[in-house]
């Protein structure tokens, strides 16, 4: 795990790119190189900081290839390097380490672009051929690991966090408020644009080519599941799964230090937990938070879980002043975001670091494979009213009304006809980019974007698939993945992920996805393979999901006087971005039970935190 900088320039200057490497000490304090090159036609910096974990003597960055013609960077882990090596050995290649960066140079030489097609882990990756002169980039399938990057005619830097990438630019970027809406009335910042003008993050599953001719961006992995009449019913699916994630979590344990992991007491971390404990049997360390509020606290499941393994448990609390983490949090976040899980997810992995872990698997990703959120649920159940005739349908919807279902499900039942991402969105949010304009300035509408950020899907997919390629799209790089990544490393502890596997998605994605919603239970597939590993309660629960008690925290009287100095309409008119009037009644009608805008709310208040730092 690292943190990486670079530069390709035509104009024949080479930068200093210090100021830019010091920002990420914290993702690689354990060691630091710099390589670069001037000639006649372009001048080419690579620099990265290291969090020594696999050949921790031989894997200084950056690596280069025998002759030194290929040089690379990255942040992450290949974790099929042993069988890359090999194969690339085979194939003439000769290595100095057992570095998994290593494998990127010869990938490189043998494959060329397609090389990532190769990788099966997570990174964010920068090649330079110094024959071609061409300089390569990569971000790894799921958007795991982030990559930031800008782009004039002369000029191409990037870095893998934005504070990074704002001092290897010439000039502080303009503030760019398309996003904002969508920030508003989501709680995250879809990619590929930030909130800075000009200053992109490279999508999942995406690389990028710059040679002195120009720029080349393209997709190279996309999740294809077979249409709806096509998909596989296993006969065994239980089995095949777990003898699947045992071969995942077995090479997601390749480390030359000691492997730690997160365990909420939810069926996906417990079983994560679970199939470490089956592969090695020596002493495991687990962590998990307890709430002091009841209605978000799993830790009783937690110890279940780890009293039912023997494995050594390690309890965080999350207490009632924990909002006070939230400014210093902002700044290694990176950007605004509506929600205040990232707080309880740093707090996890500062335990871990003060236990002296550097890498911990955590279980994100499960939620998107196996449908594990509501919406997965909600669309199970309206597939099957949506095939009643029309005047059973209409009691259905008067009886959803009835039954207090949510917002969402009731629309959803009344409006068939929705688009993919119109109803993806409603499921999420209960405010569209539309009605986040009455809480922006005036004077910024015509510059702010309120249309939705997802590409439909196919509509031969089954509808659960269709859902998860949605997520997919957004809200799993962009949200998940980023304040897992962000909160890790600002302890230098790496996390991985290893329900994001690719091979692994490909095998489960061909499946049929109403294998995981019979009878109205959502991960079906996942406790099936808990068998034999899991005890019943756990097995048998229902999911949970990490929140924080934002919500509650904005019902309050008054927040601690940092926020409330953020917030008073002299700092939002300062600012110029948010309406008084409007946040002002935004707050009222949430702490008198008149809606709920936490979400909105959090993300003002991050975001006025943000401009205050960016200054």
């Known amino acids: 795990m690292c943190g990486i900088v670079g530069s390709y320039r035509r104009d024949g200057v080479v930068p200093d790119v210090a100021a830019g490497l010091a920002c990420l000490t914290h993702r690689g304090p354990d060691d630091e190189g710099y390589w670069s090159e001037r000639n006649d036609r372009v001048a080419v910096v690579l620099a990265a900081r290291r969090l020594a974990i696999i050949d921790r003597e031989g894997g200084h960055q950056p690596l280069g290839n025998e002759d030194g013609q290929v040089v690379a960077v990255q942040n992450g882990e290949i974790y099929n390097y042993r069988e890359l090596m090999a194969e690339l050995e085979r194939r003439g290649h000769r290595f100095r380490s057992r570095s998994d960066t290593e494998v990127l140079v010869h990938a490189w030489e043998e494959w060329g672009d397609r090389c990532p097609e190769h990788l099966r882990g997570m990174f964010a990756l920068a090649i330079y051929d110094r024959r071609r002169q061409t300089l390569f980039l990569a971000r790894d399938r799921f958007g795991i690991k982030p990559l930031f990057y800008s782009y004039d005619r002369d000029h191409f830097v990037f870095a893998s966090e934005l504070p990074a990438l704002r001092r290897l630019l010439p000039m502080v970027p303009r503030l760019n408020v398309r996003p904002l809406a969508r920030l508003l009335s989501l709680g995250w910042i879809p990619g590929p644009e930030t909130l800075y003008e000009g200053v992109f993050h490279l999508p999942p599953a995406h690389a990028l080519l710059l040679t002195p001719a120009g720029m080349q961006l393209w997709r190279y992995w996309q999740p294809t599941p077979p249409p709806a009449a096509e998909l596989q019913r296993p006969r065994h699916p239980g089995e095949t799964l777990q003898a699947l994630l045992l071969t995942v979590v077995d090479l997601h344990r390749r480390s030359d230090v000691p492997v730690g992991a997160l365990l909420s007491g939810g069926l996906d971390s417990s079983l994560l937990v679970a199939l470490l404990h089956r592969l090695d049997r020596s002493e495991l360390q687990a962590f998990s938070l307890g709430f002091a509020d009841p209605a978000y606290d799993e830790s009783d499941y937690a110890r279940v879980v780890a009293g039912h393994l023997g494995v050594r448990h390690h309890m965080v609390r999350f207490d009632d002043d924990a909002m006070a983490h939230l400014p210093r949090l902002i700044a290694p976040y990176g950007q605004p975001v509506g929600s205040a899980t990232h707080i309880a997810i740093a707090l996890l992995f500062a335990a871990c670091a003060a236990r002296g872990l550097k890498v911990v698997l955590t279980g994100e990703g499960a939620d998107e494979l196996f449908g594990g959120y509501p919406w997965y649920r909600g669309e199970a159940q309206l597939a099957l009213l949506h095939g009643l005739p029309t005047p059973l349908r209409q009691v259905a919807t008067a009886l959803a009304r009835r039954w207090r279902v949510s917002a969402a499900a009731a629309e959803l039942l009344r409006r068939s006809d929705l688009s993919w991402p119109e109803r993806y969105r409603r499921w999420l949010s209960p405010y569209s980019p539309q009605d986040a304009l009455s809480w922006l300035h005036p004077d910024l509408h015509p510059q702010v974007d309120t249309s939705l950020p997802w590409t439909p899907p196919d509509s031969e997919l089954h509808p659960l698939h269709a859902l998860t390629l949605l ?145």
């Open 471 to 615: 997520d997919l799209q957004s809200r799993l790089p962009d949200f998940i993945n980023l304040e897992v990544d962000r909160m890790s490393m600002v302890f230098s502890v790496e996390a991985r992920v290893p329900f994001l596997d690719h091979e692994l998605w490909e095998t489960v994605m061909a499946w049929d996805p109403a294998l995981n919603h019979p009878n109205g239970r959502e991960k079906a597939l996942e406790r099936q393979a808990a068998q034999g590993l899991l005890p019943p309660v756990i097995r048998q629960r229902r999911k949970q999901g990490l929140a924080a008690p934002h919500a509650r925290w904005w019902r309050q009287p008054r927040l601690p006087d940092w926020a409330e100095a953020c917030l008073t309409p002299a700092a939002l008119a300062a600012t110029g971005l948010f309406h008084p009037p409007a946040v002002l009644a935004l707050r009222a009608a949430h702490r008198e039970g008149r809606g709920s805008y936490a979400t909105p709310l959090t993300a003002i208040l991050t975001t006025q935190l943000w401009l205050q730092q960016e200054k």
